[in-house]
């Protein structure tokens, strides 16, 4: 039995990618991602639109035997390229195993991280010469885990005007943004394509894939102020986003690239979407009139439908097949930051805690913030005394230092009551999480120094089981 796709995907091959491949700046940007329990989509962008798009796979990557076709390759007004989506039938299901987690990774390179930035970033916010990114990190330790998940904040294509107004990119004009916002997008995918070409890509929306904050960035050395209107088509209401993957939703389902769930091995994965379609009454950050002031969502018909399909998620999963309950969303309601009035979301708390602590879920993912904090077991904001000894609260960590462009953000000191470790820009790390599912009992949380591949925490949570 196969181990699933990306055991099994060593050589892929596909039909008419030439023009991707004679291109020095888009590979074919291949990405995997779950589809459901015994399917996976395989995806990759091209010049022009295929009619036919077309996966060859097998076992063995000298035996390509199995094919698969689509009629799905689509783009966007600003696009430069198409977006090209087949599905494929797996099997198999691990037993113990690990994921590799990143929220806030931008860029890496002349377009984004760095060793330098413009005007005003801290030089604790860049890289040293010859110090290994995040990405080159996940690379170095791709064999180590099942799946990379990426709950929000992508490629930080939407920095464009930052960086040129600081400088960082000088010869950047306005009128061609939508180039350079496409530009990094291709950046970032081809950067990251050594592990989502083997290794399934899971993602989900945080607000930079709608931001247009940017757009009304000011620029007080020339007392200019940039409204929203310069942002370009693919920059609003995530349309990248929504064209560039292909996640679980119609299998779980769910909606789009926004909310949906997949099991693997003994683990039951939920990702939310903190940015739109909260419902209860409550405006998401990101739709009109949010704190973003963006103009993104809704994405479903009713304002509940998020909630609704949360909680017939999470009451249908078998905890005897899989015990483990992970749901990630972008943004988080608990932790210590130095602007917590800007990045803590309590209307997504309002909305999403209730169904967590309701139905038992064990570990609870976001970032936006770009720190590191692990925090002990919560609900309602009272510590679990148990902490990770058969807590009955949700585990929470935020970790938002995977690194892109101007780097990372400060904790408030002294951190909260309920803190347990905590990193930011004062420690100039970026990093990752690794999540190791050892049983139906076990289950381990790392940071791990991208530039080192030092654990710098680690920690267990135990859950009595039979």
């Given amino acids: 039995m196969v181990r699933f796709i990306h055991a099994s995907l060593l050589a892929v091959g596909f039909t008419q990618l030439s023009q991707a491949a004679t291109n020095s700046t888009i590979n074919s940007q291949l990405r ?85 930035a413009g005007t005003g970033v801290s030089v604790n916010n860049t890289l040293t010469p010859g110090e290994i990114n995040t990405i080159q990190s996940l690379d170095n330790f791709k064999s180590g885990f099942d799946f990379l998940w990426h709950p929000g904040d992508l490629a930080y294509a939407d920095y464009w005007l930052k960086e040129k107004i600081q400088g960082f990119l000088p010869n950047t004009t306005t009128a061609e943004g939508y180039h350079v916002y496409e530009s990094i997008l291709n950046d970032f995918y081809d950067e990251l394509s050594p592990v989502t070409a083997v290794k399934p890509y899971m993602v989900g929306p945080g607000n930079h894939e709608a931001n247009c904050d940017n757009g009304g960035y000011a620029d007080k050395t020339n007392n200019i102020t940039y409204n929203v209107s310069i942002c370009v088509p693919g920059q609003t209401n995530f349309t990248g986003h929504r064209n560039h993957f292909r996640m679980p939703s119609a299998e779980s389902g769910g909606t789009g690239n926004s909310w949906y769930s997949f099991n693997h091995g003994m683990t039951h994965f939920g990702q939310v979407d903190t940015e739109t379609d909260l419902g209860h009454g409550f405006i998401a950050p990101d739709e009109p009139g949010g704190v973003e002031g963006e103009d993104g969502g809704p994405f479903n018909t009713t304002l509940e439908a998020q909630t609704e399909w949360l909680e017939a998620d999470l009451a249908g999963v078998n905890r005897t097949e899989t015990p483990w309950v992970i749901v990630a969303g972008h943004r988080p309601w608990y932790l210590s930051h130095a602007n917590a009035s800007g990045t803590i979301c309590w209307t997504c708390k309002d909305v999403f805690e209730p169904l967590y602590i309701k139905y038992g879920v064990d570990l609870v993912l976001s970032g936006h913030a770009h720190v590191y904090e692990r925090q002990n077991p919560l609900a309602n904001g009272v510590i679990d005394s148990a902490g990770l000894n058969n807590p009955e609260a949700p585990w929470y960590i935020t970790n938002g230092a995977a690194g892109h462009y101007d780097g990372l953000d400060a904790l408030q000191y002294p951190l909260q009551d309920y803190s347990r470790f905590g990193l930011d820009t004062l420690n100039r790390t970026f990093g990752w999480s690794r999540l190791t599912f050892h049983n139906h009992t076990h289950l381990t949380h790392e940071f791990v120094a991208s530039k080192t591949g030092e654990v710098l925490d680690l920690a267990t949570l135990y859950k009595a089981r039979t």
């Fill in 32 to 116: 995997l991602a779950y589809a459901g329990d015994t399917g996976m989509y395989v995806s990759w962008n091209t010049f022009e639109k295929l009619d036919n798009p077309t996966v060859h796979y097998g076992l063995v990557s000298n035996d390509l035997n199995m094919t698969a076709s689509s009629n799905v390759s689509v783009t966007y007004a600003t696009s430069l390229t198409y977006n090209n989506h087949v599905k494929i039938s797996t099997g198999g299901q691990p037993e113990a195993f690990s994921v590799a987690v990143v929220v806030d990774l931008g860029t890496m390179g002349a377009q984004g991280l760095t060793t330098y």
